[in-house]
Each structure stands twice: as structure tokens, then as C-alpha cells.
């Protein structure tokens, strides 16, 4: 029998599938979440939350924690470089939100997080990844598991280690993304590298990096032979790829792509839900980035997400989502004419 063969499960949390949402910072909130949930994704992640601002309990860092019940399962994300404050957070995840899984973030690229000693910080030393995985497993009751990237640079690629010294610390899964600190979200995911770390390590592996299609994530499962695929940049703007992998992995069958209405549609619904989680002003601001994202590579899309940017209001963005596909058409038509 293969791992394949049996449930995904971290800790004592089964999931209904292998397609996994990544954490992705300034996006995955629980509206986001919830549009991806609907989706079929088998687990979500929430976006990285600072220990720090846990500890402190910053307002804004507290609003974060919000969790949907139709989310479940949920994995809750937290990141910080000091061992006191990231099992205080841990702890307060543990006791005061719903979350099933509590993660810790080792794979952030971005300066900011580096400099707290936090993030891919982490990949240069198995042994912090010990003496911090495992202080806060004994200090939660919910399963912990790990997200990290293969190495820091291509000098610095301590993945089995890291993973193994995660693993030995009572981590209950570990997600990788094929790509080194220094790459950031350039070049290649290295899934050779992936593949060895599968090989050495018992627990739950979840795969990530350069997943963009379903039949990616088969090769994923298959080739890395990762116990689930996780799905970031892929499902910006595009919840249909997380319906179509899960689908493609259970059938063989590869779903179309959606109509403009399609996602004009389910773009309005999230809206509505970032609305409800953020209030107007913010909502509109953070939305125009996921509107653009659902117009790609929609032909004829620019003049519309140049509008986007410009909206200041719901009601403007209501009006225009509502209208995208006249705009097309018109912008077709304009395009036909002066040829």
C-alpha cells in the first residue's frame, strides 16, 4: 500500500482530498478562503500572522485570526525567530481559535520577516528547527506541521536535515516549496530535491512549487511521490483550478476552463465576502489586485484592469464586474472596426 492509498491526515485532522490552498500573504484571508474552500480544496492555509503581534495583542494582527466554520479544515500560520514568543503564539491559537493545524512559517523570502530572524531565516540552522518545533509542539494541543523551502541558496540546501529535524521534533506534516530563499518566486522548483526529502521522512509530505496546471499536480503526487500538492500563485483569481485539479486527480477527466460570466460571477461573491470581513474602503482597495487577477488572460482584458485600479467605490466595482462581458464585447467590436 501506498501513502496514496490511504486518507491525507496530519495529526488526527482527515482531509477529503490531496489539494492543498499555500499560505499566501495579503491574500489569504477567510474570504479568500472560503471562495477557494468552496472550491473543493482539501485543506486551506491562512496567511502568515505575526508571533510578535499575537503576544502584543495588536488589534489589527487579532482580526486576522477569523475563521469561517466552512473553511474547516483550516491550517492557522504563524512566524517569529525567538522560541518565547512563538510558543506564546502557538498557545494562543491553541486555545483561542478554531484553527485544526497550527503552521510554522521557515520559507518566507521577503527582507522584513528575514531580518526578525524568522521565515526561510530558519533553513541555515536544523538545529533552531528542532529546538523550535518541538518547543512548541509541547506546548499546544493541535497537530503542528511545518512550511519551509528547500534551501537558502544553491550553497545552502539543507532539506533533508531541516525536514528530518522537524520530524524528530514532533511535527505532525511538512510542506516544501521546491525553491531556495535567494530564488524567491524566480527560475525553477527543484522537485528532485523534493523527491529526497519525501524519501527521508515518515510524516506527511505536501509538495509545492511550479504547480500550475492539474496534470501538474498528478506529477506532483507521482513523480515526488508527495502525500498531497499544494496550490499557490496558481489559484490567484482562479478557485476553477483548484476544482478542476481535484476533479483531474479523482477522474482522469480535465474539466474546461470557465466563461467570463463564470468568473465574473464568483469574483462579485468574494467581494462581497472581503466587504463583509474588511468594510468598504479596504475591501475595494484590496480587491482591484484579485479583479485583476481574475481578468487574466481574458483577451482584450487591459483597458478594463486599468478602470480597476482607478475605483474608489462598491458600487463602481459592482457596476463594472457586472458589465465586463459588454465591455469585451464592445472593445471586440472597436478592435474588428479599425482593422
Keep these: 500500500m501506498t501513502s496514496q492509498d490511504k486518507p491525507f491526515q496530519i495529526g ?4 477529503d482530498n490531496r489539494v492543498v490552498l499555500a499560505p499566501m500573504a495579503g491574500v489569504c484571508n477567510s474570504a479568500f478562503r472560503l471562495t477557494v474552500k468552496e472550491f473543493g480544496a482539501g485543506l486551506v492555509y491562512a496567511e502568515m500572522i505575526s508571533d510578535k503581534g499575537l503576544v502584543q495583542r495588536n488589534q489589527k494582527t487579532l482580526d486576522m485570526l ?3 466554520e466552512r473553511e474547516y479544515p483550516l491550517s492557522l500560520q504563524i512566524f517569529g525567530g525567538e522560541k518565547d514568543t512563538l510558543v506564546e503564539a502557538a498557545k494562543y491559537v491553541d486555545q483561542n481559535t478554531n484553527a485544526n493545524i497550527i503552521d510554522i512559517n521557515m520559507g518566507c523570502p521577503v527582507n522584513k520577516i528575514i531580518k526578525c530572524e524568522a521565515g526561510a531565516k530558519w533553513l541555515l540552522d536544523p538545529n533552531k528547527i528542532y529546538e523550535m518545533v518541538s518547543a512548541v509542539v509541547d506546548a499546544v494541543k493541535k497537530p503542528v506541521s511545518v512550511k519551509m523551502r528547500i534551501g537558502w541558496d544553491e550553497d545552502h540546501i539543507f532539506a533533508i536535515e531541516n525536514a528530518q529535524a522537524a520530524e524528530r521534533a514532533g511535527a505532525s506534516a511538512i510542506a516544501m516549496h521546491g525553491r531556495t530563499r535567494v530564488q524567491m518566486y524566480e527560475g525553477k ?4 530535491v523534493l523527491k529526497e526529502v519525501k524519501k527521508n521522512i515518515k510524516i506527511p509530505f505536501i509538495g509545492n512549487g511550479d504547480v500550475e496546471t492539474p496534470q501538474d499536480a498528478k506529477r506532483m503526487l507521482d513523480e515526488v511521490g508527495a502525500d498531497a500538492v499544494m496550490i499557490g500563485r496558481a489559484a490567484l483569481g482562479d478557485p476553477w483550478m483548484i476544482y478542476r485539479t481535484v476533479h483531474y486527480l479523482e477522474t482522469g477527466e480535465l474539466k474546461p476552463e470557465p466563461s467570463v460570466s463564470e468568473k465574473m460571477d464568483v469574483c462579485l461573491l468574494h467581494f462581497e465576502r472581503l466587504m463583509q470581513l474588511k468594510g468598504e474602503s479596504i475591501a475595494v482597495r484590496e480587491m482591484r489586485k484579485h479583479a485583476s487577477w481574475y481578468l487574466k488572460g481574458i483577451r482584450g482584458n487591459g ?4 478602470t480597476i485600479n482607478q ?12 458589465n465586463v462581458v459588454e465591455l ?12
Design 66 to 68: 477569523y475563521i469561517d
Design 189 to 192: 522548483a527543484n522537485w528532485e
Design 303 to 306: 483597458k478594463i484592469r486599468n
Design 12 to 15: 488526527d485532522i482527515i482531509m
Design 311 to 322: 475605483i474608489e467605490t462598491a458600487a463602481e466595482l459592482r457596476l463594472l464586474l457586472n
Design 328 to 339: 469585451l464585447e464592445e472593445t471586440s467590436d472597436q478592435q474588428a472596426e479599425a482593422i
